[in-house]
């Protein structure tokens, strides 16, 4: 008798896994391309649950040096930057750049260079030689020169918040040849250098933004402090430290983006700002801003920010507050698109999911938002658009949960996330939908996950997902109609470079935790054939 195994009829349905996963279970290898856009989607260069920083590095060195497409390499810098919202690993993508094509490096610099912090981001990843440089080349200096030389003074003034390098630094480094006396005046000030230094600026070539600072910051009254503050084009954090009482205070909140107010409403109560015993109008105006839909999409803010403000919210914070992050998150996940039909939705409550979104930090900085937090986040805003959809928690078990679409997206997202805490068995919605759900239709299957799925066994070497996957597409042609070609999506959370289910033509996998992968998903469900690395690839230079 021939060989049963290499020769089973079921092999041309399940492929062989081909790897393992971090968590030692059977996996399938991303292409390199996909792994570095996986990476690039979802790294923050923070130990993860099953890697740590140093393990993302390198897993993006290697797979720099398999990539040798440098329009590839651009296009994925501004889709991780502009699209997927990320902070380090554009700029990680950009400076690789800058040794292999160095005018397609000027090209998209000032793209994905775009506010302070990335700026000193760059600066602090030449620095630390990971990227074959520990100090600035003629180009990289000449894009940092660029950056400085026509960033407005507000601008400049955001981005002297922070240090490891401060905007002195960077400004040392980059020894900028200001265009004009202003401009000379606004580089001595920010080194922090003397006035006779500034020559042939003085004093009276200071921006109007930095006057009216440091008026404020040497006011010896609130009286005078709230004189200025109607004036302030400052950040607010730049003054907070020498606000002279509550009044100063509400006129620094007023100053406040929403995204400012988001982060701080335990500071402005305990400030007195808002609170029990604060004037309401500052209740209503605060309210106002977080929940005006147009401040909510111009500040680019995740809906997963609003849960992440809600859970954290001391008691203190009045309702009515808490109220407008329920309708931020809400408008925030307004662009959610509808798919093309209901879905069963699997949402990983597992261990290894209660791990912070954003990795491991130091000390105080690790964010409190749990990788379970954003996929019930997900299940919430997919649920919300899509009612007739089902949604599934799994650890090593499936739970069955009753939910009512018509609750608030935070609301459903904190009651989701509650479950579970075991091993990870991705397959378990598909299997569950195979058994209770088998007579309904879907138009596929969506797994919010970190894809480390290791308990359970597939069929022919496959993984468990594939296995159950083709029982649910055969069960699916058993009903019939729209159902007959359902699809597969794994959104995967984390910066791991296997998945539980290979690419084709019905299986998308896509990484990350912006709003961009609710449109990759609602376009692979409407037949659209884009993948995470077309929609890379279709970034404009």
């Avoid at 923070?46 to 920083?53: F, H, S, T, V």
């Avoid at 964010?367 to 019930?376: G, I, L, Q, T, Y």
Wanted: hydrophobic letters at 45%; glycine letters at 8%; aromatic letters at 8%.
């Amino acid at each position: 008798m021939a060989n049963k195994s290499l020769f089973a009829s079921l092999m041309s349905h399940f492929a062989r896994a081909d790897s393992q996963n971090e968590a030692g279970g059977p996996a399938y290898q991303f292409t390199p391309k996909h792994a570095l856009a996986q990476l690039a989607a979802t790294g923050c260069f923070n130990g993860a649950y099953y890697a740590e920083a140093e393990e993302q590095l390198a897993a993006l060195k290697t797979l720099l040096e398999l990539v040798d497409d440098n329009a590839f390499l651009a296009r994925l810098a501004l889709y991780s930057r502009q699209r997927a919202l990320m902070k380090d690993m554009p700029v990680a993508l950009v400076l690789a750049l800058s040794r292999r094509d160095p005018p397609l490096f000027h090209k998209v610099f000032d793209r994905v260079v775009d506010n302070g912090r990335t700026l000193r981001t760059f600066v602090q990843f030449v620095r630390s030689g990971q990227f074959g440089r520990r100090s600035l080349s003629y180009s990289l200096q000449t894009a940092v020169q660029r950056w400085l030389n026509t960033a407005s003074a507000e601008k400049l003034l955001s981005a002297s918040i922070g240090s490891d390098p401060s905007l002195r630094d960077v400004l040392r480094l980059a020894r900028p040849t200001p265009p004009d006396n202003a401009r000379r005046a606004l580089f001595g000030w920010l080194a922090g250098r003397p006035v006779e230094k500034w020559a042939p600026a003085g004093d009276a070539d200071l921006p109007e933004e930095i006057r009216t600072l440091v008026a404020f910051r040497e006011a010896e009254s609130a009286e005078v402090q709230l004189q200025i503050a109607a004036n302030l084009r400052a950040r607010w954090d730049l003054v907070a430290d020498a606000a002279k009482g509550p009044e100063v205070w509400a006129a620094i909140a007023r100053k406040m983006g929403p995204q400012a107010l988001r982060m701080n409403l335990n500071t402005l109560v305990r400030h007195g700002v808002i609170g029990p015993d604060a004037d309401q109008k500052m209740i209503d105006y605060v309210a106002g801003r977080l929940a005006d839909p147009e401040e909510v999409r111009r500040s680019r803010q995740f809906p997963y920010q609003f849960l992440a403000a809600y859970l954290s919210a001391g008691e203190e914070v009045p309702q009515k507050i808490k109220a407008a992050l329920h309708a931020a998150a809400e408008t925030a996940c307004g662009n959610v698109p509808a798919l093309a039909g209901p879905v069963v939705i699997g949402l990983d409550v597992s261990g290894s999911m209660a791990s912070p979104v954003t990795g491991r930090r130091g000390r105080g900085a690790t964010s409190k938002m749990r990788c379970v937090d954003v996929a019930a986040l997900f299940a919430s805003a997919v649920l919300r658009r899509n009612p007739e959809s089902v949604v599934i928690p799994f650890d090593t078990s499936a739970y069955e949960v009753r939910v009512d679409p018509a609750d608030s997206v935070l609301s459903l997202a904190e009651r989701l996330a509650k479950y579970g805490g075991g091993g990870t068995n991705c397959s378990l919605p598909l299997a569950a939908a195979n058994t209770r759900f088998r007579d309904r239709r879907f138009a596929g299957c969506v797994l919010v996950s970190d894809q480390e799925s290791w308990v359970g066994a597939g069929r022919a070497g496959s993984t468990a997902v594939v296995t159950e996957w083709q029982r649910f597409v055969a069960n699916q042609k058993r009903l019939g109609g729209e159902a007959a070609s359902p699809k597969l999506v794994c959104i995967d959370l984390q910066p791991y470079t296997t998945t539980q289910a290979p690419d084709r033509g019905d299986t998308l996998n896509v990484g990350g935790f912006s709003d961009a992968v609710f449109s990759i998903v609602a376009a692979f469900l409407g037949d659209d054939s884009r993948r995470l690395v077309a929609e890379v690839e279709a970034v404009e230079l």
